[in-house]
């Protein structure tokens, strides 16, 4: 089992452009959140998807979107990138609302 | 509001010696976890507690769970410089999400 996987691990993107990160969940898992971390903070929540829809939504704007694939994949996609959207981005994976295990995390740099 | 403390936010301790990591929760949960994060890497899972009363431990490390408290706890025990990191507690407050503390950065002296 190879676990939760995200992709890419590094990105530089410049202020204004879109990114796309990805997440692929462990085996047996149907639920996929997204968290932002910024340097020296804990995590917080972006959003959750289930069955395709998005079922959660925390304190983030429009510019944050996401999408979750037939086969419980999901993409986080963030537009009009800005300074303080550097962060690393971390996916999890669960089996319903049981244990969340989190992927290595995208790593986004903006400049 | 759904609020996850930690203390304290930075611990400097000598190997060999005990310490405890406290997280506090604002509002009724029956689901906390513990997370260790490598500097740079992501979240590995250190505990799950489900219910009041729970303890777990694995290895020099044990968590305890306090519903009517609200609170939780991590033990270090006899401390090893491998355990130098910094330690999440985060709580499902029953909508679907993680609400995560602010961590605590740990660092063992040889």
């Known amino acids: 089992d190879a676990g939760v996987t995200q992709s890419p691990t590094h990105l530089i993107k410049t202020r204004g452009q879109q990114v796309t990160l990805r997440c692929s969940p462990k085996s047996g898992h149907d639920t996929v959140s997204w968290y932002q971390q910024a340097l020296g903070q804990g995590p917080q929540f972006i959003f959750q998807y289930y069955e395709e829809e998005e079922r959660q939504r925390g304190n983030f704007p429009d510019r944050f979107s996401g999408h979750q694939f037939p086969n419980y994949s999901s993409e986080l996609n963030v537009n009009a990138l800005l300074l303080g959207d550097s962060a690393l981005y971390l996916c999890a994976s669960s089996l319903r609302q049981l244990e969340a295990f989190f992927g290595q995390g995208t790593r986004l740099t903006v400049v | 509001e759904l609020k996850v403390e930690q203390n304290p936010l930075f611990l400097s301790m000598q190997e060999g010696k005990n310490y405890t990591i406290y997280c506090n929760y604002s509002t009724t949960s029956d689901r906390l976890y513990w997370y260790r994060q490598d500097p740079g890497k992501s979240l590995e899972s250190l505990f799950v507690?489900?219910?009041?009363?729970a303890v777990k431990q694995e290895g020099r490390l044990m968590a305890s769970l306090d519903t009517k408290a609200r609170l939780s706890t991590l033990h270090i025990t006899a401390a090893v410089h491998d355990l130098s990191a910094t330690y999440f507690c985060a709580v499902n407050f029953g909508n679907e999400k993680l609400t995560f503390g602010t961590g605590t950065r740990l660092t063992i002296i040889p």
């Open positions: 507690l489900l219910s009041n009363g």
